[in-house]
């Protein structure tokens, strides 16, 4: 074996008691909610064309602690990334979320028009992500947009530019790519039942606050807050708590959906002789 391979084998071992071992449901699940932007990073700030002013990190704040509140209710744990007004870097949401071993990641953000567009104003609609390579330019778009945040990291970027990292990630990342999939569909799913502007579909991208978060995990994009109803809309609390009850209805019909599968899957393993799977975390 080469020296990289012996380092990529010592690496996933230390990741291996976990995966290999079946674990008991918990009787709560913990749902890790991440309120994008924060602090000195506003994030987008609009409508175009008038109207009261939005920044990206209020909004964003508001309606993930309505979410919380409508988990916890249901009997969720809830841990935020933030609950106040400040900058937690792109790397460090991640990090929480795993520290908390969370079930499901759910990122808000407000995604903003392109104002080379014919009519940026005009833009709307709402769009869940998971992580995947984009597509489209538009879902590259997106992805640029919320990474940009990463320029508030001041910390060396050797870790996460090291390509063993970069491996383990994507491995650990592929292990839920079809999850995060279903959760993205089930969420987009929700919305399309209270929301005024249009879907704009499950979409996929690389956004850094997803890589390293090991669960299935997703980024929804709320509104166009370049929109000037669109902006009003997600500023109102009735708007904030019709998004926070769909999205919260969103990850309780996955949860339901991963609950039967898994049981269906560990009854065919019993009936063959195999140990059934464990949880997703």
Do not use: C
Not at 185 to 190: A, D
């Amino acid at each position: 074996m080469t020296a990289a391979v012996l380092m990529v084998v010592a690496a996933l071992s230390a990741f291996a008691p976990e995966s290999a071992t079946v674990r008991p449901r918990p009787a709560r699940r913990t749902i890790v909610v991440d309120a994008g932007h924060g602090g000195r990073d506003n994030g987008m700030h609009g409508p175009i064309g008038g109207g009261p002013p939005i920044y990206e990190k209020n909004i964003t704040l508001a309606v993930a602690k309505k979410l919380a509140a409508d988990l916890e209710s249901r009997g969720m744990t809830v841990v935020m990334t933030r609950k106040t007004d400040t900058l937690v870097t792109l790397g460090d949401q991640g990090k929480i979320a795993n520290e908390a071993r969370g079930d499901l990641f759910i990122s808000v953000h407000v995604n903003a028009a392109n104002t080379g567009w014919k009519d940026p104003g005009g833009a709307r609609g709402y769009e869940t992500y998971f992580l995947a390579e984009a597509k489209t330019e538009d879902e590259r778009r997106v992805a640029r947009m919320e990474n940009a945040s990463a320029r508030f990291d001041t910390r060396s970027s050797g870790d996460r530019d090291n390509p063993l990292t970069f491996l383990l990630n994507d491995m650990m990342q592929n292990e839920h790519l079809r999850e995060s999939s279903d959760l993205a569909q089930t969420i987009q799913g929700q919305l399309r039942k209270i929301h005024p502007g249009p879907s704009r579909g499950v979409k996929q991208a690389g956004f850094i606050v997803l890589v390293t978060a090991f669960m299935p995990s997703v980024l929804v994009e709320i509104g166009f807050g370049t929109n000037p109803a669109e902006a009003a809309w997600i500023s109102s609390a009735d708007g904030q708590f019709q998004i926070a009850n769909a999205i919260a209805d969103g990850a309780m019909e996955y949860l339901a959906h991963f609950d039967r599968r898994s049981s269906a899957s560990s009854s065919a393993n019993v009936a063959a002789g195999r140990s059934g799977p464990g949880a997703p975390r």
